[in-house]
T-cell receptor, first 113, second 115 residues
Framework: AQSVTQLGSHVSVSEGALVLLRCNYS??????LFWYVQYPNQGLQLLLK??????LVKGINGFEAEFKKSETSFHLTKPSAHMSDAAEYFC???????????FGPGTSLSVIP | DGGITQSPKYLFRKEGQNVTLSCEQN?????MYWYRQDPGQGLRLIYY???????QKGDIAEGYSVSREKKESFPLTVTSAQKNPTAFYLC??????????????FGPGTRLTVL
């Protein structure tokens, strides 16, 4: 069965520091990959997605992620954390066009002033 | 503006009662989904529908029911058979036409508390 793991349920970074949120997936074929952000008591908002083509994907709010097939990873990064980045982040995978989306357990990001 | 609306934002239920959560979208999306979110457990799929008058069970459908009589609407009923319904419920929708890797759009959620 397809699965998504996010290493670290809680990550803390200082304001201005690099943000790195990890996502690994299990899939026998290159999947479609997504990162979503959720602010408290709100729905999820798409940050970025990988479908085909360039493996480095840029998203909103200065975030980007790189698809590495050999490592089955899709880690999310941002060069400089801002206080407004504090939220829950979910990695999601869709193996093929007709599959359901599988969400990871989420990583809560705290930004320390 | 197009989007997904969920109502109510907060809902309180007494044990043994059925309650219905509303989800409406004006994005002209074909597919709609209901997820349950509990702290530290991510999102779990309850039901989904890819076309009007058709829906499928997700991973945790027991104690829930849905209907899809209109493309725009996908209400979720939490029945008394659901033993632990206190959670945050999220509705989502997506296009189900080529290309088929489109993302899901989420509503703001309904927080259900059993008293």
């Amino acid at each position: 069965a397809q699965s998504v793991t996010q290493l670290g349920s809680h990550v803390s970074v200082s304001e201005g520091a690099l943000v790195l949120l990890r996502c690994n997936y299990s899939s026998s074929v290159p999947p479609y990959l997504f990162w979503y952000v959720q602010y408290p008591n709100q729905g999820l908002q798409l940050l970025l997605k990988y479908t085909t083509g360039a493996t480095l994907v840029k998203g909103i709010n200065g975030f980007e992620a790189e698809f590495k097939k050999s490592e089955t990873s899709f880690h999310l990064t941002k060069p400089s954390a801002h206080m407004s980045d504090a939220a829950e982040y979910f990695c999601a995978v869709k193996k093929t066009s007709y599959d359901k989306v599988i969400f990871g357990p989420g990583t809560s990001l705290s930004v320390i002033p | 503006d197009g989007g997904i609306t969920q109502s109510p934002k907060y809902l309180f239920r007494k044990e043994g009662q059925n309650v219905t959560l509303s989800c409406e979208q004006n994005l002209n999306h074909d597919a709609m989904y209901w997820y349950r979110q509990d702290p530290g457990q991510g999102l779990r799929l309850i039901y989904y529908s890819q076309i009007v008058n058709d829906f499928q069970k997700g991973d945790i459908a027991e104690g829930y029911s849905v209907s899809r009589e209109k493309k725009e609407s996908f209400p979720l009923t939490v029945t008394s058979a659901q033993k632990n319904p206190t959670a945050f419920y999220l509705c989502a929708s997506s296009i189900e036409r080529e290309p088929l890797y489109n993302e899901q759009f989420f509503g703001p959620g309904t927080r259900l508390t059993v008293l």
